[in-house]
């Protein structure tokens, strides 16, 4: 969407609409789906339970967070963006963004605290966890 000729980029929330979409096509086929997005503020989180619901499926939420704000603030500044228009935002932008802390049931994975090998492990547990209640 940032590279649209459009040009609408005022329309913060019209990712997260077409995502939402996509995943709703998804799991009609009976697929699962993983939504890899911010969700800093509780009307985005509500997306996607909603999201689910209209579908009759069970979702798992998965708060990331890294503990340690001297860790967190090295990955911002060195990560490398790969995706041609997109402006990632620098350290003090990640620092101002609004966050609204969850009300929902959720995974929380400290990537400062646990090896990406057990945070995989943790949400594929959790995911068999959410499939065993529907047998």
């Known amino acids: 969407m940032k590279n649209s000729v459009l040009s609408i980029h005022s329309a913060e929330d019209a990712g997260y609409l ?9 799991l009609f086929l009976g697929f699962d789906v993983i939504v890899d997005t911010v969700n800093p503020i509780a009307v985005t989180r ?12 069970h979702l798992l939420n998965v708060e990331v967070i890294c503990s ?19 402006n990632v935002p620098d350290w003090q932008q990640v620092s101002n963004r609004a ?11 400290d990537t400062n605290a646990v090896s990406i090998e057990r945070c995989v492990a943790t949400i594929a547990d959790g995911m068999a966890n959410l499939h065993s209640t529907t047998l």
């Open 68 to 86: 340690d704000e001297t860790v967190h603030r090295d990955r911002v500044e060195k990560r490398e963006n790969d995706i041609e228009g997109l």
């Open 46 to 57: 509500q997306l996607w339970s909603e999201t689910a619901a209209a579908c009759g499926a």
């Open 99 to 109: 966050f609204e802390a969850w009300e929902q049931d959720r995974v929380t994975l």
């Open 18 to 26: 077409a995502l939402a979409s996509i995943a709703k096509d998804n």
